[in-house]
């Protein structure tokens, strides 16, 4: 028996995704959610694309500076590339626009799993003409992991950055005019996960209708109640829990302010152990 629970943060991510041009998420990122899809507890970015594509998206495009674009195939995203730069060439410095794969060399990665190296100076016009530019009825999300790590301070940001700043601008300020045919379906959209808090200095987006933020809270009581109910059989205890044991709503107030990752790794400790645990 499974619980399925849509955290209230995401249905508002979800309804903001409809017609916002911009998402900064902040907060709760390093946890685990409830994939309703495949009734499996997966890392936050992860349910966030596969709950966009729920929303009417078609491609998610993940990208952070380390790891390069993932989530589409090296060759979409060379489709993408040479829509946006009218064919040009990436640069050579750093080996951008090259495939590789971090992954274990026995497994063999999906088109999907595998990475694409594409530096900020090369990933942001992308985004900017396929958000401001591009009519496709495919519509894309754009997730930037690890964004605190793009700027440093506001106050001394480097040229480099001012540049990278003066192109989102323009992706916060994209029109929003579309056909009456396109009216109800969600536009392109550019996602920032900001693993602390948010780096993107404000004046940039302050005030802006395309602009929303997103703050992802601990989880509350019914998701906790939620995520032992479908764990409750990987709980090795004294006393071992079943679904609709009258035990668990305790049991979730005592983990207030545990993670749902905690209470995971709580459940991988009852099964390590030589002795059952006692809650």
Not at 129 to 146: E, G, H, K, L
Not at 212 to 235: D, M
Request: hydrophobic content about 35%; proline content about 7%.
């Amino acid at each position: 028996m499974s619980t399925k629970t849509t955290p209230r943060w995401l249905e508002t991510l979800l309804r903001e995704a409809g017609y916002r041009r911009c998402l900064i998420v902040t907060g709760n990122l390093h946890d685990v959610c409830l994939c309703v899809d495949t009734v499996e507890y997966l890392p936050v970015a992860e349910v966030l694309g596969k709950s966009l594509l729920r929303r009417g998206f078609s491609e998610i495009v993940y990208w952070d500076s380390f790891g390069g674009v993932r989530g589409i195939p090296p060759e979409r995203w060379d489709e993408l590339r040479k829509a946006s730069t009218f064919g040009a060439k990436p640069r050579e410095e750093g080996g951008q626009g090259e495939a590789y794969d971090l992954g274990p060399a026995e497994k063999k990665p999906t088109s999907q799993e595998q990475s694409v190296r594409e530096s900020a100076d090369d990933f942001f016009p992308v985004v900017l003409r396929t958000i401001v530019s591009n009519p496709s009825p495919r519509r894309i999300a754009f997730i930037i992991d690890w964004s605190q790590y793009l700027f440093g301070d506001s106050r001394s940001l480097s040229e480099k950055e001012r540049n990278w700043l003066l192109i989102l601008s323009k992706i916060f300020r994209a029109s929003l005019t579309e056909s009456p045919q396109e009216i109800g379906r969600p536009y392109h959209l550019l996602v920032f996960l900001d693993h602390s808090s948010s780096r993107v200095p404000s004046i940039y987006f302050q005030g802006n209708m395309n602009v929303s933020q997103v703050s992802i809270p601990l989880p509350g009581r019914l998701e906790r109640e939620a995520f032992l109910k479908n764990n409750s059989t990987h709980f090795r205890l004294k006393s071992p829990l079943i679904p609709n044991d009258p035990q668990i709503p305790d049991l979730a107030d005592a983990l207030d302010g545990f993670r749902l990752r905690d209470m995971l790794q709580v459940c991988i400790l009852s099964l390590q152990t030589s002795e059952a645990l006692t809650f």
